[in-house]
């Protein structure tokens, strides 16, 4: 086992700051020996993880890994919560197990909220904290981390293996976030206004099917298949999040929103 830092980066477990543990795993990594990486943040509470084949795995990964790993051995039908930034594949895999599936808005503290008035199975959201209904009602990547180390072990399998299990039973999904800053908060409320106000039918040839206010504006176009536009109430920030169940359809829709939010300044 070998212990790494983020070396003068941010100790965050991000894709952008896991070269060099990256290139540690594909050094050490043979036919016979499979190596895997588990990447925790400086206070130890949010959790991502580079897969036998090198691949980063974030909780947009891992929280679906829980479900099934832990639903096969928990004898419950407690319901999932999931942050609105959040992957479809976490809501297809928790109701295929008959789970209801609530979609909060971002930030742990709404999962916590909600894991300590009721019994939760687990809740996580898209950057890297996890919380088990039958631990405690907080991120522990230190525990997440356990599980995941156990799920390996009992099922015999590889974490890379029920990963493209997954993907393949409850996908296929894409996915992608980019942040968009702007000069103040003036041009982001701008914006904000701009988007509320010219929410279109149709993104290019895909019709939207629902939108959602939970935390920003969902365009939901299909299953696996939605843009969200989140601005930040603390700084001039825009966060454009897209899952999509084609890696074409990913860039397309990441595209047409930053044209959109282009037309805001014309």
């Keep these: 086992m070998l212990t790494l830092f983020f070396g003068g980066q941010p100790p965050e477990p991000l894709l952008n700051y896991a070269d060099d543990l990256n290139k540690i795993l594909i050094k050490n990594s043979t036919n016979e020996v499979k190596t895997l990486g588990i990447i925790f943040d400086g206070d130890g509470d949010r959790i991502a993880a580079i897969d036998e084949k090198g691949r980063y795995s974030s909780t947009q990964n891992l929280l679906p890994y829980f479900i099934s790993y832990l639903g096969e051995i928990k004898n419950n039908s407690y319901p999932v919560l999931k942050t609105v930034s959040g992957s479809d594949i976490i809501k297809n895999i928790s109701e295929s197990q008959n789970r209801d599936v609530f979609e909060l808005p971002v930030g742990f503290k709404y999962i916590a909220e909600k894991m300590i008035k009721e019994k939760i199975f687990i809740g996580g959201e898209e950057s890297g904290g996890v919380g088990f209904g039958d631990f405690m009602p907080e991120r522990d990547a230190l525990y997440a981390a356990m599980v995941l180390l156990n799920g390996i072990a009992e099922k015999s399998q590889y974490l890379y293996e029920t990963l493209d299990e997954i993907q393949e039973d409850f996908g296929p999904s894409f996915y992608k976030r980019i942040d968009i800053k702007f000069p103040n908060k003036s041009e982001k409320n701008n914006v904000k ?60 829709l990441l595209k047409w929103g930053q044209v959109f939010i282009n037309l805001a300044g014309k």
Aim: aromatic letters at 12%; glycine letters at 4%; a neutral charge.
């Design 193 to 252: 206004e701009f988007i509320i106000d010219n929410i279109p039918k149709n993104i290019n040839n895909h019709k939207l099917k629902s939108i959602s206010n939970i935390d920003g504006i969902k365009l939901r176009i299909d299953k696996n298949f939605w843009l969200l536009f989140r601005f930040s109430g603390t700084e001039p920030l825009l966060r454009l999040y897209c899952e999509a169940p084609k890696e074409s359809y990913l860039d397309e």
